[in-house]
């Protein structure tokens, strides 16, 4: 429209003018990297972005595994993976990650065995144009030995909560793809891997008290409910995010993992310096906050799962065995300041009729749980950090009890009454995951679909190390192409249906990460074990001294702990404290090795250089304390 021969314009289309030719402008004076958003231009170009750096490559038996450092750019979309088997002559593409994810796995294994590759990658900006190639890296892949393969699953399970975890928080996310929903009880299982990832060389123990006092200082500040966090919170402002309508404060069993697990690092950085003092000092502090007598329930003589500010005690579930949660009650009974009489263990955690069981199958004995034994996570998520072996309470030995429940489990997937494709000895383990139609906790018999859950298996390390070890290297050998990534095992798979998870959970990461590190080591076990305020509270509740043994391979003479056995690579001795110096000799009684201890309570020996046969091995502190047998394998 025209006015006085000049063209009107409204004051909106000024406003909208003005405003684009401001942000131009800004955008245009902005210096680079300055950490300003860099985004495609007007034109739909894009900044280029740099070649990658700090590429790393490793080779495995049927896997090679990448990982890089992140481009400095905002505007990089992804990277792309490019391989080589022809000795660099053409690379072709292998595959494509996101922004933030910087690594990758190639299963190699349809090239056979020793396997060498190139590769390269490069980075892509937002507007689909890559970088120049980073360095390229030369890999083989080769033949792997048993301790080997722990190795390698440990190191990738590791990485689910080590780069996997919340930047924000440090905390686990409850899945991969949970983005910001990070769950407590999952990231107690997580704690305990970062202190197997210092142990093991896979972060220093700096990086180890960097991420720890992330983790605390979230801890200390997300959402608690009398002293307990809820199941789930937002990793980035630490409030809760409903696990159900009506569950959305205090869940007393996530926060039990939480403090099974930051008892471990509270007994972990032991060192007098200011850091590790914090993180002692900050954990005793969250440890003691715990209203566990609040869960009561007025006074109540059993402890309840959940509190809400909102629903108060609606969701009135009762903590009684036999299931997951024996930790509650060994912590609540264990609390200095809100502790709970010993008397609940009886009155609250085996009151119930179904707690014990008397009856055999497969002839395995079965002292305590549900026919069949249930689910396997029964028998690691309280016994991550305590240590069940070598005692006793009125009902059973819960660690004889977890090996005949393994027993069960592994026998039931032998004989495979449903005639599920794939069950056999090598191919093993039912318990909560992922399945086809969403999840279920897998027991034999009535929640039998077919569904394999790796963890199942691999974190029954400490109760069958030998049908672990065979379920370890069939999931690896012949089903790795579609069960094996970047985290190591995904959540699950199912034969019959075709199907194979996509998906990692922590609440099953990390006990094959804990689990196998306390079958190596006994590491957990002992740090937990260690803290003051466990012994008196077992004591309390009626725990004795029980000297039965029930793993085979699992020599015990003398209370001294030896395991495996047959050893491959590595011998493990525990309850050493009081040997100086362990000799190996060979059937003639030639000597072959000498160990020298400094009294500590656990020796680790390499013997993989020794040849196949059996051997002695004598002990010995300020006198001669016991000579064992083992096998070379």
């Known amino acids: 429209m025209a006015k006085n021969n000049f063209v009107y314009i409204s004051p909106v289309k000024i406003y909208h003018c003005l405003a684009f030719t401001v942000i131009m402008i800004v955008l245009i004076l902005l210096p680079v990297n300055q950490g300003y958003a860099q985004t495609c231009r007007v034109d739909g170009t894009s900044p280029p972005v740099s070649p990658p750096q700090g590429l790393k490559a490793k080779g495995y038996e049927k896997h090679i595994f990448l990982s890089w450092s992140p481009n400095p750019e905002s505007n990089v979309s992804g990277y792309e993976i490019y391989g080589s088997g022809d000795g660099g002559q053409t690379f072709t593409l292998k595959g494509k990650t996101s922004a933030d994810l910087c690594m990758f796995t190639d299963d190699v294994r349809s090239l056979g065995n020793n396997v060498t590759m190139q590769y390269f990658i490069t980075a892509v900006n937002d507007a ?120 959305n404060g205090g869940d007393l069993v996530e926060t039990a993992f939480m403090i099974q697990g930051l008892l471990a690092v509270r007994q972990y950085f032991n060192r007098q310096d200011t850091l590790e003092q914090h993180i002692r000092d900050v954990i005793t502090q969250l440890w003691e906050e715990v209203e566990w007598d609040w869960y009561r329930r007025n006074g109540s003589g059993v402890l309840y799962w959940h509190w809400s500010p909102d629903y108060g005690w609606t969701m009135n579930f009762q903590i009684r065995g036999w299931n997951e949660c024996m930790i509650v009650y060994i912590l609540a009974i264990a609390s200095p300041t809100h502790g709970v009489p010993a008397s609940l263990w009886t009155s609250g955690w085996t009151a119930m009729s179904y707690y014990t069981n008397g009856k055999k199958f497969y002839g395995i004995p079965l002292d305590v749980g549900w026919n069949y034994g249930g689910p396997l996570f029964f028998a690691h998520y309280s016994f991550l950090g305590f240590d069940a072996r070598f005692k006793k309470d009125q009902f059973t030995n819960y660690f004889i009890n977890n090996v005949h429940h393994t027993q069960i489990n592994y026998q039931y997937c032998v004989a495979n009454p449903k005639g599920y494709p794939g069950y056999n000895e090598n191919c093993w383990g039912l318990t909560a995951s992922d399945d086809p139609d969403g999840y279920m906790a897998h027991e034999p018999y009535s929640r039998d679909n077919g569904t394999i859950t790796p963890s199942a298996a691999l974190s029954s390390f400490p109760y069958t190390p030998v049908e672990s070890m065979k379920a370890l290297k069939h999931f690896y050998n012949n089903l790795g192409y579609q069960l094996w990534g970047n985290f190591g095992f995904y959540d699950a798979f199912n034969l019959k249906r075709n199907w194979y998870a996509s998906s990692y959970l922590a609440i099953d990461q990390g006990p094959i990460i804990d689990m196998i590190e306390n079958y190596r080591t006994g590491l957990l076990w002992n740090l937990f074990m260690a803290n003051e305020e466990i012994q008196p509270a077992l004591d309390a509740i009626g725990f004795v001294h029980d000297s039965t043994n029930a793993v085979p391979g699992h020599q015990i003479t003398n209370n001294i702990f030896l395991f495996p056995n047959p050893a491959n690579t590595t011998l493990n001795i525990k309850n050493t404290k009081n040997i100086s110096v362990v000799i190996i000799t060979n059937i003639l009684g030639e000597q072959v090795k000498v160990f020298e201890n400094n009294y500590s309570n656990g020796m680790q020996l390499f013997v993989g250089d020794l040849t196949t046969g059996i051997y002695n091995i004598s002990l010995y502190g300020k006198n001669h304390l016991t000579t064992m047998k083992f096998i070379k394998t």
Do not use: C
């Open 128 to 247: 689909d144009q890559p970088s120049g190639s980073s360095d390229t890296l030369n890999v083989v892949t080769r033949n792997l030995n048993d301790e080997e393969l722990l190795d390698m699953l440990q190191e990738a399970t590791f990485r689910y909560f080590w780069d996997f975890a919340h930047p924000a928080s440090g905390m686990a996310r409850e899945r991969n793809t949970s983005e910001n929903i990070v769950t407590s009880g999952g990231s107690g299982f997580g704690v305990m891997a970062l202190l197997v990832g210092i142990e093991r060389g896979f972060i220093t123990r700096e990086q180890g008290i960097e991420r720890m006092i992330k983790i605390l200082d979230f801890l200390q500040t997300a959402d608690r409910f009398h002293g307990a966090w809820p199941h789930w919170l937002n990793g980035i402002t630490g409030k809760v995010i409903p696990f159900s309508q009506k569950d």
